[in-house]
Nanobody
Framework: QVQLVESGGGLVQAGDSLRLSCTVSGRAITYYNMAWFRQAPGKEREFIAGINWGGRLTYYADSVKGRCTISRDDVKRTVYLQMNSLKPEDTAVYYC?????????????WGQGTQVTVSS
């Protein structure tokens, strides 16, 4: 059984940084594309960053491009999302996803999410 657990969220001020982590258990992630999504209150879930298996390709939504970096450590079965220059509009629940394709936004495994709140 594949399980994803996100961590690293919290309450920060505008301009601060956070690093989110997503640790996977139950299966190696070596051949999985991985991604981060977020969902703000009253809005649809939004894809924000993806990294392919092997880590050579990354993709970012325009809303976070230049401020976020996705990375992976397959030995630790962990994917990271470094977020800098946070804005109040980044407030959302952030979800990690595994084994899918970000062009279709379809992934087989999802975490429970971690809350990020950015105060102005």
């Amino acid at each position: 059984q594949v399980q994803l657990v996100e961590s690293g969220g919290g309450l920060v001020q505008a301009g601060d940084s956070l690093r989110l982590s997503c640790t996977v258990s139950g299966r190696a992630i070596t051949y999985y594309n991985m991604a981060w999504f977020r969902q703000a209150p009253g809005k649809e879930r939004e894809f924000i960053a993806g990294i392919n298996w092997g880590g050579r390709l990354t993709y970012y939504a325009d809303s976070v491009k230049g401020r976020c970096t996705i990375s992976r450590d397959d030995v630790k079965r962990t994917v990271y999302l470094q977020m800098n220059s946070l804005k109040p509009e980044d407030t959302a629940v952030y979800y990690c996803a595994a084994d899918g394709t970000w062009n279709t936004r379809t992934f087989n495994y999802w975490g429970q999410g971690t809350q990020v709140t950015v105060s102005s």
